[in-house]
T-cell receptor, first 109, second 117 residues
Framework: SQQGEEDPQALSIQEGENATMNCSYKTSINNLQWYRQNSGRGLVHLIL?????REKHSGRLRVTLDTSKKSSSLLITASRAADTASYFC?????????FGKGTRLHILP | DTGVSQDPRHKITKRGQNVTFRCDPISEHNRLYWYRQTLGQGPEFLTYFQNEAQLEKSRLLSDRFSAERPKGSFSTLEIQRTEQGDSAMYLC???????????????FGPGTRLTVT
């Protein structure tokens, strides 16, 4: 069964705009990770945030974590065509990570 | 290239045949995971190893599926008597496991796309 659920399921924005994706989960976690999957390619790890952290940055990525609401958000600033991909949140459960269904992001030229 | 590799990249087989996939993880990683992904879904956990020990197998995995990691390095996933419902992308990932209770980022291979006709 899936632990995390991303919202929205699909998102289209103009190049240069910011994109925000959300993830909600059900049970307590030790960490939450975000992954990207380009069409026809494998998953790539983007960022990991631990349960005692509230915000983390990596380049144009900003991740927040609110353990009281059991939610996380991924912000991509100044989007580029290459950001077109599916984005998955993954939470740890019983010594393994569980993925959500993902948000499909499409950057319009 | 020192990333995770999988072989073959694509496999087409007839229903009822057996197939075997191979995964070569990053050499220093002691954890190895197998996932299955269908269109529009996230990766679904199948099983994982720490070194050569298989620690967990998903309840969703029928007895037709078996995985091994004989020397704690590469792993194989075998599907016996394939069914059309087995058609999916099979992903392998590896990660270090340094401290009990803390999971680290996983490095994924490109996947093996299985089509059962």
């Amino acid at each position: 069964s899936q632990q995390g659920e991303e919202d929205p399921q699909a998102l289209s924005i103009q190049e240069g705009e910011n994109a925000t994706m959300n993830c909600s989960y059900k049970t307590s976690i030790n960490n939450l990770q975000w992954y990207r999957q380009n069409s026809g390619r494998g998953l790539v790890h983007l960022i990991l945030i631990r349960s005692n952290e509230r915000e983390k940055h990596s380049g144009r990525l900003r991740v927040t974590l609110d353990t009281s609401k059991k939610s996380s958000s991924l912000l991509i600033t100044a989007s580029r065509a290459a950001d077109t991909a599916s984005y998955f949140c993954a939470t740890d459960r019983d010594d393994k990570i569980i993925f959500g269904k993902g948000t499909r992001l499409h950057i319009l030229p | 290239d020192t990333g995770v590799s999988q072989d073959p990249r694509h496999k087409i087989t007839k229903r009822g045949q057996n197939v075997t996939f191979r995964c070569d993880p990053i050499s220093e990683h002691n954890r190895l995971y197998w996932y299955r992904q269908t269109l529009g879904q996230g990766p679904e956990f199948l099983t994982y190893f720490q070194n050569e020990a298989q620690l967990e197998k998903s309840r969703l995995l029928s007895d037709r599926f078996s995985a091994e990691r004989p020397k704690g390095s590469f792993s194989t996933l075998e599907i016996q008597r394939t069914e059309q419902g087995d058609s999916a992308m099979y992903l392998c990932a590896s990660s270090p496991h340094l401290t009990s209770g803390i999971l680290y980022e996983q490095y994924f291979g490109p996947g093996t796309r299985l089509t059962v006709t």
